[in-house]
């Protein structure tokens, strides 16, 4: 009982940071070439510290909705990912730390070895067993897809296909601004709206 409050009061806290006025980090162009992308594919694979916000859209067997998202990465392995619904309700929140992710939602605290198993049982519908930072990211993985000039293209984790549609950059960084995912189940458009740390 002690760990859950405990859990509920940090999840409160780190809501009141997220929501907290921040200087969103100017948007601009992308450059081209193998170097150019060769070059973005190593300083993201090194991202590590990272606060953003945007929007996903989702299709799914449990209906259509969308939420709003601020992802707060202090680490590599240890970032809050706060869902909120588009009248600003919390939808949840999950939390990694290392290799434990919790999941925090009405009011209870659940435990698990993965995001996508906590987004299952909250959400009612499957999601890749894939790191969702590095999906957003567009870090290198196994399944990514790149054109003739290395750009991360997309990536297939079947049944789940993922389509880098866009690309922004901040602060010299190579972002997807756009992400369309698409399975049997599930379609996603994942929107980033802005960067504030990086």
Same mark, same amino acid.
Request: with cysteine.
């Given at each position: 009982?002690?760990?859950?409050?405990?859990?509920?009061?940090? $999840?409160?806290?780190?809501?009141?940071?997220?929501?907290?006025?921040?200087?969103?980090? =100017?948007?601009?162009?992308?450059g081209s070439?193998?170097?150019?992308?060769?070059?973005?594919?190593?300083?993201?694979? =090194?991202?590590?510290?990272?606060?953003?916000?945007?929007?996903?859209?989702?299709? $799914?067997?449990?209906?259509?909705?969308?939420?709003n998202y601020?992802?707060?990465?202090?680490?590599?392995?240890?970032?809050t990912l706060?869902?909120?619904?588009?009248?600003?309700?919390?939808?949840?929140? /999950?939390?990694?730390?290392?290799?434990?992710?919790?999941?925090?939602?009405?009011?209870?605290?659940?435990?698990?070895?993965?995001?996508?198993?906590?987004?299952?049982? !909250?959400?009612?519908?499957? /999601?890749? @067993?894939?790191?969702?930072?590095?999906?957003?990211?567009?870090?290198?993985?196994?399944?990514?897809?790149?054109?003739?000039?290395?750009?991360?293209?997309?990536?297939?984790?079947?049944?789940?296909?993922?389509?880098? $549609?866009?690309? $922004?950059?901040?602060?010299?960084?190579?972002?997807?601004? @756009?992400?369309?995912?698409?399975?049997? =189940?599930?379609?996603?458009?994942?929107?980033?709206?802005?960067? =504030? !740390?990086?």
């Amino acid at each position: 009982m002690r760990i859950t409050t405990y859990l509920l009061a940090l $999840s409160l806290g780190a809501t009141l940071a997220l929501t907290g006025c921040q200087t969103a980090i =100017e948007e601009g162009q992308v450059g081209s070439g193998s170097a150019y992308w060769q070059s973005m594919q190593n300083k993201v694979n =090194e991202i590590d510290n990272l606060l953003c916000r945007g929007k996903i859209g989702v299709i $799914s067997t449990q209906g259509r909705f969308s939420l709003n998202y601020v992802l707060d990465m202090q680490a590599k392995d240890e970032y809050t990912l706060n869902l909120t619904t588009a009248l600003g309700s919390q939808a949840a929140v /999950f939390k990694r730390d290392k290799d434990t992710y919790t999941l925090l939602a009405d009011g209870k605290v659940e435990q698990g070895t993965s995001l996508a198993k906590l987004f299952a049982k !909250r959400f009612a519908t499957a /999601f890749p @067993e894939a790191e969702f930072v590095d999906i957003l990211l567009a870090k290198k993985q196994e399944g990514m897809v790149f054109d003739e000039e290395l750009k991360p293209l997309g990536l297939n984790l079947f049944p789940y296909q993922f389509l880098y $549609s866009k690309y $922004s950059s901040y602060q010299g960084l190579a972002l997807p601004s @756009e992400i369309l995912m698409r399975s049997p =189940e599930l379609e996603l458009k994942i929107v980033l709206n802005s960067v =504030e !740390r990086i």
